[in-house]
């Protein structure tokens, strides 16, 4: 028999090669972990130091496919799995094609069940956008998993037996999402949701050899639960950590809007939109969302976060990390574009050389009207009063004749002047602004 080969950080017998470790380990990955701010709960930190000096560990985090498109703490979890696979560790990505049927219990109420073919088809999609931010080749290549592949065979029978008997009602009543919910009513479906998760991670280890879980503050009692099945029913030590949540300075979450999400997919959220939202980041979170949602180093954090706090007008920070997140989510071509626009717009750079796609969307985010073709293109003080950037003719007379009005950004002198199809932009579009700041589109149809 040959000799013993470690492997991922754990001896594999049957090779006749000199024992060696395949990948190289970063001992530092934890306290870069824990400067980040990273690391919210944790089951045993210097256990997991140990393992991660240790050799290559093998870890997972989940996405449910409850939406079409992940979003921006989705993107936490995505960056933490390409910062442990950088340092050398071996990620699997669990997209939930079972889990995601049902969702997580939330505090505002029971989920919808969305159909088995919506389901099924968001798992693609959400493949789609992990799958750039890990890499598949290498002796720590990540894997991508389908909780629904060990879910879809099991009986009721087994899956009461094997898994439910392990969970104690009284501690799953004792989570404080269910707290929450039982007055207002929890199904006995996302009740149990919390054994599903505990079973992926229990599958995980046994079939991959997986020892550490990681996922959102707001998991973690799914997370611990994953450890416990695990002690329970094998006898083995593993490990989980959460990330905080994402909160602005108020403490309320983030979004796009009140109401919406930070969408990572560009048919939700335009690159330009997507820019925006970390151009006009909080100064009190600069540092945070740094460390956060970018690779720089430590060094150039701290330095970047000195001169933003002695010179927050310069705006360094915001500039600095809606540049460096586009390009992590939409690439370098996609981030210049939404630079370039948002400079066009403001009367800064040329709209000429903005792609159809980058200025409708950027257009499309400080409102918009439609014009007939047919029936004639307005006046410019017609179309200042249409959009909104006056509010009567008289108003947007008296802009243009006191030089405030322009058109595709060059100054408008004639109150009467009437704008003709060579001054569509992209084919469609007219760019109209009143003094440096307010701006709305017009799109001829």
Do not use: C
């Not at 997209?95 to 939330?106: C, E, N, S």
């Not at 108020?250 to 930070?262: E, I, M, P, Q, V």
């Amino acid at each position: 028999m040959g000799r013993a080969v470690r492997r991922y950080g754990r001896l594999v017998s049957g090779s006749t090669g000199p024992e060696r470790l395949i990948v190289t380990i970063d001992p530092s990955l934890l306290d870069d972990l824990e400067w980040r701010g990273l690391i919210a709960h944790s089951t045993d930190l210097d256990a997991l130091r140990e393992a991660f000096s240790s050799g290559s560990v093998r870890f997972y985090v989940g996405f449910d496919p409850t939406a079409p498109s992940l979003h921006m703490g989705h993107l936490v979890q995505i960056l933490t799995a390409k910062r442990l696979q950088a340092a050398g560790h071996t990620p699997f990505a669990l997209v939930g094609g079972a889990t995601g049927m049902i969702g997580d219990p939330k505090e505002a109420g029971e989920r919808v069940m969305n159909t088995v073919e919506t389901v099924q088809e968001w798992v693609g999609r959400v493949r789609g956008q992990i799958e750039p931010f890990l890499s598949f080749e290498g002796d720590n290549a990540a894997t991508m998993v389908n909780n629904l592949d060990w879910t879809a065979p099991m009986s009721t029978i087994d899956f009461l037996r094997d898994i439910g008997k392990h969970f104690p009602v009284n501690r799953m009543l004792a989570r404080d999402v269910v707290r929450t919910r039982l007055e207002s009513g929890i199904s006995y479906t996302e009740f149990s949701y919390v054994l599903l998760q505990s079973m992926d991670y229990l599958n995980l280890h046994r079939d991959h050899g997986v020892t550490l879980q990681f996922g959102g503050s707001d998991q973690w009692g799914n997370l611990t639960a994953g450890v416990e099945l695990i002690r329970r029913t094998d006898g083995h030590k593993v490990h989980a950590i959460a990330t905080p949540l994402m909160t602005k300075a108020d403490g309320t979450k983030y979004g796009k809007t009140d109401g919406g999400a930070l969408w990572l997919d560009p048919s939700m959220l335009s690159p330009y939109a997507f820019h925006q939202f970390w151009l006009n980041a909080e100064d009190e979170k600069i540092g945070e969302l740094l460390r956060v949602f970018t690779f720089l180093a430590r060094e150039d954090i701290e330095s970047l976060e000195a001169r933003h706090a002695e010179k927050p007008f310069l705006r360094e920070g915001q500039k600095t990390l809606a540049d460096e997140v586009t390009t992590l989510v939409h690439g370098s071509v996609e981030m210049e574009q939404a630079k370039a626009a948002a400079a066009a717009l403001f009367g800064g750079g040329e709209l000429a050389g903005l792609s159809p796609a980058t200025l409708s969307a950027a257009l499309q985010e400080t409102g918009t009207v439609q014009v007939d073709r047919t029936s004639g293109i307005p006046r410019v003080v017609d179309l200042l009063v249409e959009t909104g950037l006056a509010k009567s003719k008289g108003e947007a007379r008296r802009t243009v004749t006191e030089g405030g009005a322009y058109l595709n950004n060059v100054r408008v002198d004639d109150p009467d002047a009437v704008p003709t199809e060579a001054d569509l932009v992209a084919g469609s579009w007219l760019v109209l602004r009143r003094g440096k700041k307010k701006f709305a589109g017009v799109e001829v149809v």
